[in-house]
C-alpha cells in the first residue's frame, strides 16, 4: 500500500511538471518566435518546475527519497536550476540585448521583469551560500539559504503568472501553487529560524 501511494506521489510529480511543458509545447505562438528564443522560454519553464521539486527533495518529502538521498539529488538539480536561468537570460539577450539590460537595471516597464530580476539574484545569492556553507554557521547559513530561497520562489510565481506567453494559465497557475505550498511546507518542517530540523535519515 505505501509503495502504491509513493507511485502514485511520483505520478502527481511528474504531471504537475510535464502537463504545463506539453501544453506550453503546443502553443499557437511558438510559431512566430525565433528557435533561441523558444529554447530560452522553455528553460524559464524548467527553471519554474524545479522550484517545486527542490523544497520537496531538501526535505526529505519527494516520493520515494530519503532525506540524504533527496538532498544529494538536491545539490545537482540546484546547478540545473542554476544553468536553466542562465541560459533563460542569455537567450532572452541574444534575441534583444537593449530589453535585458534595461531589465537588469530595473528600467524595464513591465513588471514581471522587476520580480524575474529579483529572483534570478536571489538564486544566485542561494546558490553562492550553498558554495560556501562549510565557511559559515550551520544555522546562519541555513537561515540565509531559505530566505533566499523564499525569494526566488514567490519572485518567479509572480513572474511567471504576470507573463502572457507560451504556458497555458491553469497549468501555469496549479504548477506555481504547488512550488508554493511545497515551499512552506519544507520551510515549516525544517524550522531554520529555531536552529533546528532534520540532518538526516
Known amino acids: 500500500m505505501r509503495g502504491f501511494r509513493t507511485t502514485l ?4 510529480v511528474v504531471c504537475a511538471i510535464a502537463i504545463p511543458l506539453a501544453l506550453a509545447a503546443r502553443s499557437p505562438l511558438l510559431a512566430w518566435r525565433e528557435p533561441i528564443y523558444i529554447v530560452a522560454g522553455f528553460a524559464g519553464i524548467v527553471a519554474l518546475a524545479l522550484l517545486l521539486t527542490q523544497p520537496l527533495l531538501a526535505a526529505g ?9 533527496g538532498r544529494r539529488v538536491h545539490r545537482v538539480t540546484g546547478v540545473v536550476l542554476v544553468l536553466a536561468v542562465l541560459i533563460h537570460v542569455i537567450g ?3 534575441t534583444s540585448p537593449p530589453d535585458v539590460i534595461d531589465v537588469l ?5 513591465t513588471p514581471f521583469s522587476v520580480w524575474g530580476v529579483i529572483a534570478m539574484w536571489a538564486l544566485f545569492g ?9 565557511r559559515l554557521r550551520l544555522r546562519v547559513w541555513r537561515l540565509g539559504h531559505t530566505v533566499l530561497v523564499v525569494v526566488v520562489v514567490i519572485g518567479s510565481v ?3 503568472m504576470l507573463i502572457e506567453g ?3 494559465t491553469i497549468s501555469k497557475a496549479a504548477l506555481c501553487l504547488l512550488a508554493l505550498a511545497g515551499t ?3 520551510v515549516a518542517d525544517l524550522r531554520v529560524w529555531a536552529g533546528r530540523g532534520r540532518v538526516n535519515r
Open 9 to 12: 506521489a511520483v505520478l502527481g
Open 105 to 109: 537595471l530595473f528600467r524595464s516597464p
Open 92 to 94: 532572452l539577450w541574444i
Open 126 to 134: 542561494a546558490a553562492g551560500l550553498a558554495l560556501v556553507r562549510r
Open 61 to 69: 518529502h519527494f516520493p520515494g527519497l530519503r532525506l540524504f538521498t
Open 158 to 160: 509572480v513572474h511567471a
Open 166 to 168: 507560451t504556458m497555458e
Open 184 to 186: 512552506a511546507k519544507a
